[in-house]
């Protein structure tokens, strides 16, 4: 199929190519150098994170969070069901147990109730979960405040997904900063991109020099090459840190954008009945990576209306599948309910670029409205 308006596709600001001319003049074209080093400054600058560390995508950043953790073999992470396939997967890289928490229906994010079940069952057999993996999907913030409490309570670490959420806020704070680690990605689809990259963020310095350690190789701090751990090749490249710089000077406005797009969505289609949108509580802001909605009764699905506006050549998407409904995951524990399985039933993402132009956005709230109608 081809688009001519796709779902979120990246968008250069131009300062960029400073910052990748110096790359060149200077030579680094190399997974080290002063790009890398500026960048993660900048993410510190912009997140208020104490510390950074720019590696080669936001999955490396959530095998690396679980590494530095001590999460192992036979252990148990408990991790939000309903996201992309990369939140879980690093829990088996580590050779650990993923066990799937649903959703609240506000936030779409892990539910709170559910997760304490789990956490209580697991004490109550004489194994106490590893790490929690909370998403802030679509960049609208989990229930922190009452995730974090439970963290703390049964003293469990907190990682936070918050790939799409850069930008997002929880009680003024950045995603990301919240929890023990957070994890940023720069996928070429994301708010914004360093064509494919990912940082991990923590306050704690410990963790980082771990897993800057384990993104080089383990490589131990002698003259010669001794190793007396298994490492990975995870750091960021200084040419995609360039692209980084020149993204992250306009990340106010790519939020502002973003933030535009679903107040249009929201004034021209909540007049219709079946139709409602992702929401959060008042204490929070979503970034609004992907604007997506509920469709629901009047016998039309979301895949019906996907269909329409892909016959004029626009993308959308269906909401993420949860993990636990996934072939690969299927047999694995899992607590709660069946919100999320709805919400991939009944959700569906509109495009959401930052470079959407008001025509577009008009056009494809007239399609869906269209679509309804019929
Ligand atoms: C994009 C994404 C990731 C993975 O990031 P990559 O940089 O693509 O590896 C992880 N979790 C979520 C929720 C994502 O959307």
Redesign the pocket.
Known sequence: MHYKIHLSPPHMSGRELKYIQEAFESNWIAPVGPNIDAFEVELCQYTGSRYALALS??????HLALLTLGVGKGDIVLCQSL??V??ANPIMYVGATPVFIDSEPITWNMCPNALEDAIVHYLSIGKKPKAVIV?H?YGMPAMLDEILYLCRKYEIPLIE?A??ALGSEYQGRKAGTIGDIG?L???G??IITTS???AMLSDNAKYIEKARFLATQAREPVTHYEHAEIGYNYRMSNVCAGIGRGQLEVIAERVARRRGNFQFYQTSLSGMSGISFQDGFTDMLSNRWLTTVIIEGRGIGPFYIQNVLAEHAIESRSV?KPMHCQAIYKTLPRFGGSVSERLFDRGLCLPSGSNLSDDDKKLIARITCDGFET
């Open positions: 995508s936001g999955t490396a950043a959530i996201t992309f990369a939140t998403v999907l997904d790939a799409e994890v990605s720069f996928n689809n994301k494919g990259g990912g993420w």
